[in-house]
């Protein structure tokens, strides 16, 4: 019953992304007086349909509960008419293909901005640090903020997470605003090996010809985790979590000078301590957290601006990644996909609330996806027909008749379509194996 709930509010999220995309299109397209044949829900054969009286518009409501569209006149074929969208200046077409983008973003900085007033949001300030970890070295402290990460601008946790999650394994650069308002920089060279289960970090100072600041190494198992902690100049530290044979937990830390001939601090920690370092461990963790704050509301505003912003960012971002290398295929995710995490998020043992503000989180996720999507250079989308506006500037005028752009974009839409069923194919399989 469960499966049939998520599949109908996927398809409520869905629907309601589409209509506010197209309903953009339509809105401007009034304001230039161009012509609507038909706005439609959903595609497929029509079973429901009604003229506007004024406009002459067919508002219509079809059989596959997917997508939908605003068909202008002039579109697709060359109209004669004043009202006819290929006979309007190239800067109001321009509006008109960009109004849908625009609705899909102002729709997701709304929800954003909800939720933000409800549960707060996550700043780019760091928080707290780990002892034992590379941030130690690096000297990171709460108040800092990281404004860069691997040569990504970073407005908020969401856009260090997802380029770290990226390139977890590779080298890493950070460029970090101290409390103090000075500026650090820092380059992470990883040597990880998996198998071994062993890991050793250089850390340097990439504007000051690589200088060393500190080592770290690590070696760990399911029930061990060694850690050697250089500073250089200050200290050397080691660190030792561990299991018992007895089936307890103990850990310690021995602190030296630089030197190491004195011992600068000894330390035991808790067993509940040990066990939970054990168990949250991992390589690909620099160990901080980042601020999380509540705002009044045009700090929340400002925010869910940002935040946003970072969304639209992560799309470009992941089809890099797909090219290069960093993603495979398992990172891409269709509706099929997303109906399983709506099915997580429905059967979550969470109040009703919680529920509904992920719901919430998730469209304005899909809503931000599908407007950067759009602008994509692709024939069919939005972004394509823009590239033949612009083509159109560049031959001074001279316009390609909207019955070739047309065709080139079903073609390109044909191709969409096989790469949806390939989405769509590579869910399947991943429901199954999970």
Known sequence: MTVVLSIFIMLLILTVLVVVHEWGHYISARIFGVKINEFSIFMGPK?????????????????????????????????????????KPWWQRTIILLSGVFMNIVLAIVVITIVFMIYGYDTRTVS??????????????AGDMITEFNDHGVLNSLDYNLVNYAVSTEDSTFTVKKVNGKKEYFELDKTINEDEKKMDIIVKNPKKNDAVIGKYSAKWDTDYLEINMTVEGESNSKYVFRKTLEGQYDGSLIKYDASGSTVLEERTYSEASSQAILASYSPYKVGFSFAHEEGNFFATVKNAFLYNISLVKSVFNSIKWL???????????????????VDDVVTADASVGVRIISLMEMAALISANLAAFNVLPIPGLDGGKLIFIVIE?????????????????????????LFSIFVAGNDIIRIFRS
């Open 393 to 417: 500037l560049i031959r001074r005028g001279k316009k390609i008749p909207p019955e070739k752009e047309a065709i080139v974009s079903v073609i390109f839409l044909a191709l969409l379509i």
């Open 128 to 141: 707290y640090t780990n002892e034992f970890m590379p941030a130690e070295i690096m000297n990171l402290e």
């Open 323 to 341: 090219i290069t290398g960093n993603l495979g295929m398992d990172a891409m995710s269709g509706p099929i996909g997303l109906t399983t995490v």
């Open 47 to 87: 079973i429901f349909s009604r003229v506007g009286k004024k406009t002459g518009t067919v508002f219509s409501i079809r059989c596959l509960p997917i997508g939908g569209f605003c068909a202008l006149e002039g579109e697709e074929i060359t109209e004669e008419s004043d009202t006819a969208f290929c006979n």
